[in-house]
C-alpha cells in the first residue's frame, strides 16, 4: 500500500449545537491528525468540561454565538477565517460526522486529480454511510443523483449536489461562487449552494470508494413505493419546505429538480404528518414551512431551537 503524502494546506471546520460530547472529541481527535488548523462554530456555550478538553487542541480556534445563527452562518464565518489564514482547502463537518484518519489525505489526491484533469472540481465528498451497529432504517444515508452528460473518473462521479458533512471544498472556488445562504439558517444550504457551482462552470464529486458514517435524522419514515425520508424534528421539517420552495423561484436550481419536487413534497408532507400523528406540534412548522416558502420570507424560524 502507498504511503500518503503530508496533508496538502487544508483546513477543516465544525458547526456545533449542544453536541454530543464523546462524538465531538473523536471528531476533533481525528481531524487534528489529518488538518493545520480546526475551526468550531458554536451556535450554543459548550459545557465547561468540554470546553477544557478542547482547549488540549492548540491546532483547534473555538468561536461561540450569543445566540443560534444557523448553521449557514457558521460554515461562512469558517470559510472566511480559513481564507483570511491563508489555506486552500476547506473541509467541513458536522458535529456527529465520523471520518477515519487519513480520509481527508485521500481526498485530496482526488481533488489534485480532478484539478489536473481540468475538471474544475469546487467540491468533492466521502459517501456516507450508516453508523456501523445501527439497526436497519435507523438512519437513512443520502442518495447521490449522478449529474448528466458528465461522464466519471473511476471512483470519482460528478453528482448535482452532496451534503456539507465531510465534503472537501476549495476555498478559492468558494469564494467565487459565493457563500452559503445564511438566511437558509439550516437544511437544503448545500444543495443550494451546489446547483449555484454548476451554473457558474464548476463541479461537484462524489468518492464513491471513501466512505464516511454519518447519521442522518432520528431514523426513518416510510411514505409508500419503496421511499422513506429521515425523520426530523418537526422544526426542521419547516425549515426543509420553507427552503425548498424558495428555490423554485432561483433560476440555477434546474427545472427537472423543481419538478421532482412538485411530486414528492406532497408525499413528504403527508408522510411526515401521519408518522408524527397530525398533531398539531408537528403539522403547525410544516404549515408555518410552506407558508413562509412561498411568500419569501427566510431567516431563523421563529419556531426554531433556542440557544
Same mark, same amino acid.
Request: aromatic share 10%; proline share 10%.
Given at each position: 500500500?502507498?504511503?500518503?503524502?503530508?496533508?496538502?494546506?487544508?483546513?477543516?471546520?465544525?458547526?456545533?449545537?449542544?453536541?454530543?460530547?464523546?462524538?465531538?472529541?473523536?471528531?476533533?481527535?481525528?481531524?487534528?491528525?489529518?488538518?493545520?488548523?480546526?475551526?468550531?462554530?458554536?451556535?450554543?456555550?459548550?459545557?465547561?468540561?468540554?470546553?477544557?478538553?478542547?482547549?488540549?487542541?492548540?491546532?483547534?480556534?473555538?468561536?461561540?454565538?450569543?445566540?443560534?445563527?444557523?448553521?449557514?452562518?457558521?460554515?461562512?464565518?469558517?470559510?472566511?477565517?480559513?481564507?483570511r489564514d491563508g489555506f486552500e482547502r476547506l473541509a467541513l463537518f458536522d458535529q456527529d460526522s465520523r471520518p477515519w484518519p487519513g480520509m481527508l489525505p485521500r481526498l485530496?489526491?482526488?481533488?489534485?486529480? $480532478?484539478?489536473? %484533469?481540468?475538471?474544475? =472540481?469546487?467540491?468533492?465528498?466521502?459517501?456516507?454511510?450508516?453508523? &456501523?451497529? +445501527?439497526? #436497519?432504517?435507523?438512519?437513512?444515508?443520502?442518495?447521490?443523483?449522478?449529474?448528466?452528460?458528465?461522464?466519471?473518473?473511476?471512483?470519482?462521479?460528478?453528482?448535482?449536489?452532496?451534503?456539507?458533512?465531510?465534503?472537501?471544498?476549495?476555498?478559492?472556488?468558494?469564494?467565487?461562487?459565493?457563500?452559503?445562504?445564511?438566511?437558509?439558517?439550516?437544511?437544503?444550504?448545500?444543495?443550494?449552494?451546489?446547483?449555484?457551482?454548476?451554473?457558474?462552470?464548476?463541479?461537484?464529486?462524489?468518492?464513491?470508494?471513501?466512505?464516511?458514517?454519518?447519521?442522518?435524522?432520528?431514523?426513518?419514515?416510510?411514505?409508500?413505493?419503496?421511499?422513506?425520508?429521515?425523520?426530523?424534528?418537526?422544526?426542521?421539517?419547516?425549515?426543509?419546505?420553507?427552503?425548498?420552495?424558495?428555490?423554485?423561484?432561483?433560476?440555477?436550481?434546474?427545472?427537472?429538480?423543481? $419538478?421532482?419536487? %412538485?411530486?414528492?413534497? =406532497?408525499?413528504?408532507?403527508?408522510?411526515?404528518?401521519?408518522?408524527? &400523528?397530525? +398533531?398539531? #406540534?408537528?403539522?403547525?412548522?410544516?404549515?408555518?414551512?410552506?407558508?413562509?416558502?412561498?411568500?419569501?420570507?427566510?431567516?431563523?424560524?421563529?419556531?426554531?431551537?433556542?440557544?
Open positions: 500500500m502507498t504511503d500518503l503524502p503530508d496533508p496538502l494546506p487544508v483546513a477543516a471546520g465544525i458547526v456545533s449545537f449542544h453536541p454530543d460530547a464523546a462524538l465531538l472529541l473523536d471528531l476533533v481527535a481525528t481531524l487534528s491528525r489529518d488538518v493545520g488548523r480546526i475551526y468550531l462554530f458554536n451556535n450554543a456555550p459548550l459545557e465547561p468540561a468540554l470546553e477544557a478538553v478542547l482547549a488540549d487542541y492548540p491546532a483547534l480556534v473555538a468561536i461561540t454565538a450569543d445566540s443560534n445563527l444557523g448553521v449557514g452562518v457558521g460554515l461562512n464565518f469558517i470559510a472566511l477565517a480559513a481564507s485530496g489526491l482526488a481533488f489534485d486529480r $480532478l484539478e489536473a %484533469l481540468r475538471r474544475a =472540481p469546487a467540491a468533492l465528498a466521502p459517501r456516507l454511510v450508516a453508523p &456501523r451497529g +445501527r439497526v #436497519a432504517g435507523a438512519s437513512k444515508p443520502p442518495r447521490y443523483r449522478p449529474r448528466r452528460g458528465c461522464p466519471p473518473d473511476g471512483a470519482l462521479t460528478p453528482v448535482d449536489f452532496l451534503p456539507t458533512s465531510g465534503t472537501l471544498f476549495n476555498l478559492r472556488t468558494l469564494r467565487e461562487t459565493g457563500m452559503f445562504r445564511a438566511d437558509f439558517f439550516i437544511d437544503a444550504i448545500d444543495l443550494e449552494w451546489c446547483f449555484r457551482a454548476w451554473a457558474r462552470g464548476q463541479s461537484c464529486w462524489l468518492a464513491s470508494d471513501v466512505p464516511m458514517e454519518h447519521t442522518v435524522g432520528t431514523g426513518t419514515i416510510p411514505l409508500g413505493f419503496g421511499l422513506t425520508m429521515p425523520n426530523q424534528r418537526p422544526f426542521r421539517m419547516g425549515t426543509y419546505l420553507r427552503n425548498t420552495l424558495y428555490g423554485f423561484r432561483l433560476a440555477h436550481v434546474p427545472l427537472g429538480w423543481k $419538478l421532482k419536487q %412538485l411530486l414528492y413534497l =406532497p408525499l413528504q408532507c403527508f408522510g411526515f404528518a401521519r408518522h408524527h &400523528r397530525f +398533531r398539531a #406540534a408537528a403539522v403547525g412548522p410544516m404549515l408555518r414551512g410552506l407558508r413562509d416558502g412561498l411568500a419569501g420570507r427566510l431567516g431563523v424560524p421563529p419556531d426554531g431551537p433556542p440557544s
